[in-house]
Every structure is written in structure tokens, then in C-alpha cells.
């Protein structure tokens, strides 16, 4: 599977937009990108994942380079509950995955 | 409510005792996955299973035992407990194995002291 790079921590105003990129330039044309998020002390919980296009959700966007080499995640509107640890995985289409988790993204939401 | 259980929340072990952290799931996934998660690093998976009587290895498989008799539990053992698996303990379950639309408990907390 692909490797991910993200950067360690992010900060982001309450209400304003949170982007946050993930760098998976060895991605293969069978893998998906997935991003989960974890709130302290919590289970990690899925936000979205995509191929190819730029997919939405209620959640989040999500929005994948033409050479899918990178993506970003949107949070258009960021609340103080959104301040998690931010997942981004790369997954081959078949076969039964193993979700590997990486050290994410620490994003903060101010008030 | 639908969702993955975890039971206990808490566990303190002594060194070389054996336990079982239960876990269960009320939605019918097939796929289920256990993780650990040590101070300030993501997840490992250890074991996980894609249905009932089928398991297989994770990145950490040491030291822990699974089995898979029924859709619904998917039990963790641990053997002969070591300080070094003093961790945050995950179960996640799953519809498809294939990335997306985990749903994962709340958590045990296990101290080997």
C-alpha cells in the first residue's frame, strides 16, 4: 500500500474552512484514499474516502488531485468539536484490507 | 443501540496473568479488526477476522489470541499479560473489509503493572 505523508499538527479558526493536505505521491491506480478522524480518547471514526473524483459528504469534502498524487480534506465550517487527529490512508481496492493507521494530522480548532 | 461494545473499559493486570477483552457488534459486519494504540502513536492492528471462523495476523500479533465462532464477538486474549502491552485497546467492525465505514468501540484501557 501507498505511504502517506501529513503534517504533524495544523490550527484553524472556529468557523472557517480546515484543509488538510496528505501527500501520497506512490499511489497505485487500484487504491483509495480514506481519511478517519480520532477526537481524544476516542475510537477513530470515518469521514470519507474517494478514488479519483472529488467526493462530499455531510461530513467533509474531499478533493484529490488529477495526478492523485495528493488530496486535501475540507471541513468547510470548523467547529471546536471538530479538533481530532486526522487520518489519511491508502488502500488497495481488493482483497480484504488491513486499515493501518499512521501518526495523522493534529488539527486545532480556536475559538 | 447499534455499534460496537467493548467490555471492560478499564483493566489492571499483574505480569503474567491472562484475560479477554470482549468485543461485540449488533450490525451483522462481517469484517472485525483489533488495534492497540500506545501514548501518542496511531493504531497497530494485531488481529482481525473477515467472518465467522476466519482470522488472520495484523502488523502486532504477539502476544494475543483470537477467535471468531460467531459474526457477532470477536474476543481478544491475552496470554500472559507484559507491561509492554499496557496500551489502549480498539475493535472495529466493518460491512467491507475494504476501507471505508469502520465503525469502532469505545475502548479498553489495559495496565500490566
Known amino acids: 500500500d501507498a505511504k502517506t505523508t501529513q503534517p504533524p499538527s495544523m490550527d484553524c479558526a472556529e468557523g472557517r474552512a480546515a484543509n488538510l493536505p496528505c501527500n501520497h505521491s506512490t499511489i497505485s491506480g487500484n487504491e483509495y484514499v480514506y481519511w478517519y478522524r480520532q477526537i481524544h480518547s476516542q475510537g477513530p471514526q470515518y469521514i470519507i474516502h474517494g478514488l479519483k473524483n472529488n467526493e462530499t459528504n455531510e461530513m467533509a469534502s474531499l478533493i484529490i488531485t488529477e495526478d492523485r498524487k495528493s488530496s486535501t480534506l475540507i471541513l468547510p465550517h470548523a467547529t471546536l468539536r471538530d479538533t481530532a487527529v486526522y487520518y489519511c490512508i491508502v488502500l488497495k481496492i481488493q482483497g480484504a484490507q488491513k486499515l493501518v493507521f499512521g501518526q495523522g494530522t493534529r488539527l486545532t480548532i480556536n475559538p | 443501540n447499534a455499534g460496537v461494545t467493548q467490555t471492560p473499559k478499564f483493566q489492571v493486570l499483574k505480569t503474567g496473568q491472562s484475560m479477554t477483552l470482549q468485543c461485540a457488534q449488533d450490525m451483522n459486519h462481517e469484517y472485525m479488526s483489533w488495534y492497540r494504540q500506545d501514548p501518542g502513536m496511531g493504531l497497530r492492528l494485531i488481529h482481525y477476522?473477515?467472518?465467522?471462523?476466519?482470522?488472520d495476523q495484523g502488523e502486532v500479533p504477539n502476544g494475543y489470541n483470537v477467535s471468531r465462532s460467531t459474526t457477532e464477538d470477536f474476543p481478544l486474549r491475552l496470554l500472559s499479560a507484559a507491561p509492554s502491552q499496557t496500551s489502549v485497546y480498539f475493535c472495529?467492525?466493518?460491512?467491507?473489509?475494504?476501507?471505508?465505514?469502520?465503525?469502532f468501540g469505545s475502548g479498553t484501557r489495559l495496565t500490566v503493572v
Open positions: 477476522s473477515v467472518g465467522a471462523g476466519i482470522t
Open positions: 472495529a467492525s466493518s460491512y467491507s473489509p475494504r476501507g471505508w465505514g469502520y465503525t
